[in-house]
């Protein structure tokens, strides 16, 4: 859930050490974090679970199948996200995102519980430098704290614990001399790598998993690691490719069809239309 996992909904600035201008901290908008291409006002996505022809779409949703609808700002934010399932297109999710006049700042964001019909607002919180510092659930159900280091990047993330009533570090974040962001340890553990122009190239999740993306920014494989032994029954590691994806662009460079296969067999296939606003 966004709510959850947004760390970096503040606006940040370069930091100076020793006299030089250290490189700048950039804090990317929604759309950036996704590699979105251009000014992005909406997305319509739509995942067929279980679809085994990429060639032969169905016309209605399978049970599992869902269809998401993504609107965004003109600064690259999320304002609303709705998703709906299954052949009758029950709705099952709903948020809201509520930003200052420059559509950067998250001001608050109001969760749908549609199963019990009632709602969540979580409030955001920023210091006087314009950093995200807090998240906090409206009704007090919880709250998580960030904190920096002295270049101004997120170094930890903490909730406070119901039994102990003491904060918890869930996470720690360590940055590159980039501001990009290196390594992730706490609620996963995971290494990010880098092509020279800034596009992810590689998240290695702990010892057991590894994702490649390519040029776009768009998850390629999947791979896993496999135990295996050799001829003397000592165990090795061997990765095996999982999930592999193939994509198809708009003129922006945003992907409109994916479609994943395992062992090049056809898993599933996303078609995905977007809708951008026209320049001022």
């Keep these: 859930m966004k709510p959850i996992s947004i760390i970096f909904a503040a606006a940040l ?19 950036g974090k996704a590699w979105m291409q251009g000014p992005v006002k909406q997305i319509r996505e739509t995942y067929f679970y279980s679809l085994r022809d990429a060639a032969a779409l169905p016309d209605a949703l399978g049970e599992f199948d869902t269809y998401t609808v993504l609107d965004y700002n003109r600064a690259g934010n999320i304002t609303r996200m709705e998703s709906f399932k ?89 940055h590159d001399r980039h501001g990009r962001l290196k390594k992730l340890k706490g609620e996963r553990r995971e290494k990010y790598l880098y092509r020279p122009d800034g596009v992810i190239a590689e998240i290695r999740g702990g010892r057991m998993t590894k994702d490649f993306y390519n040029g776009n920014g768009d998850l390629e494989t999947m791979a896993v690691r496999i135990n295996r032994r050799n001829a003397k029954g000592r165990v090795y590691e061997r990765f095996s490719v999982t999930l592999t994806a193939e994509y198809d662009y708009d003129e922006h460079g945003n992907w409109i069809r994916r479609v994943q296969l395992y062992r090049g067999e056809v898993q599933s296939v996303s078609v995905r239309e977007t809708d951008y606003y026209e320049d001022r």
């Design 86 to 174: 299954g052949p009758d297109s029950v709705r099952i999710a709903k948020e809201e995102y509520f930003y200052d006049s420059s559509g950067e700042r998250q001001e608050r964001a109001v969760v749908h519980d549609l199963a019990r019909r009632g709602t969540t607002t979580v409030l955001y919180n920023y210091d006087s430098q314009g950093r995200l510092v807090s998240e906090v659930e409206s009704n007090g159900f919880y709250r998580f704290d960030v904190t920096y280091d002295r270049h101004g990047y997120p170094r930890t993330r903490t909730t406070n614990s119901h039994e102990s009533g003491k904060n918890v570090v869930i996470a720690r974040y360590i």
């Design 13 to 31: 600035t370069a930091s100076l050490a020793a006299g030089c201008a250290r490189p700048a901290y950039v804090v990317k908008s929604d759309a």
